[in-house]
């Protein structure tokens, strides 16, 4: 203990440029040990946006190790062990010179999980690894278990959450937990997430969690890409972006809604009177059904420059695409 105090009262006097400098020679595992007791260290990387603490982008993903099998040259062959899973963070920057430029990823192993994430004990080694991170502009979030200590841990033991501008979730299983929409909107209000991609994730209880409060909790997304059957989007997240601001890109692929035609006409109603400078780009997938009245005043809205195209896909059912300077937007839906 006296020799490490020692260590640390001389990197306190070293100026943060030759510090720096150090520390682009060193290995990222002696890094994160560093940090863990000296704060000048961890200071340094925090603020140092050269070195390869701080990446482009964050995975957290989990992967299923291989039981002891046998080798065939490069090749590990064997059975996936049954009901284990492994944390796995990967930091990704984007690096360049003159000819070329490289993906670096550094790839870390964290805590071992029998089946999905536990929704109390800790996980030390992520903790420790998420401790040790300073955000870069994107994180990703794969085949997880979203539950409130993970959101906790994401929330709070990583640095400069509010510089992450892109948020993924995919093949994700929103727990069953009371209060975790609450959680997830406050996590994602703690980033500056303009860009929210959802895809093939569902929801282990029946408590919808990508629903119109999710999305009314961040005012300033501006890109938005579902594809997840059961949500809980509404007429009044149209009401919502009306009152604030609309996404300029919006994808909802593959996803159950109860969106109406009716919210459509307001929402291009809107935006016509708004002229915002930026094009949007939207595609509702399929909406609730329509009657002929309904159909009736989408039919007969008329703009300058706005044109209205539909393709009957089979009986009963059409879908609409819908041309102005200021948007582009698609949806089916079916004529009763």
Partial sequence: QPAAMAVSKMLDVLPAELLSAVLDHTSHGDKLNTNLVCHRVKSVICSTKTLKKRPDRIVISTKQPLAPGHQLGRLRLGPLEKGKKKIVVRLKKSVS???????????????????VLPSTSR???LEEILTQCVHGTSLSLSSLTINRHLLHLLSFSTADLHRVTAVEFTSCVFADEENLLEDLCVFLSNTSAVSLSME????????????????ASLPCLQRIHLQQKATGITDALVDSWISTTVPVHISLRNTDTALSVSAIVKLIECTIRRRNSLKSLWHFGEVHSVNKDHLATLLLLSYPGLTINQNVLSEGEREFKMFHPQFELVFNTKVC
């Fill in 200 to 215: 093939f994730c569902r929801d282990e209880g029946n408590t919808k969690t990508v629903c119109d409060k999710l999305f």
């Fill in 97 to 115: 010179d003159d000819c070329s430029k490289a993906t670096v990823t550094d790839t870390f192993e964290a805590d071992e999980l029998e089946d």
């Fill in 123 to 125: 996980l030390p080694k």
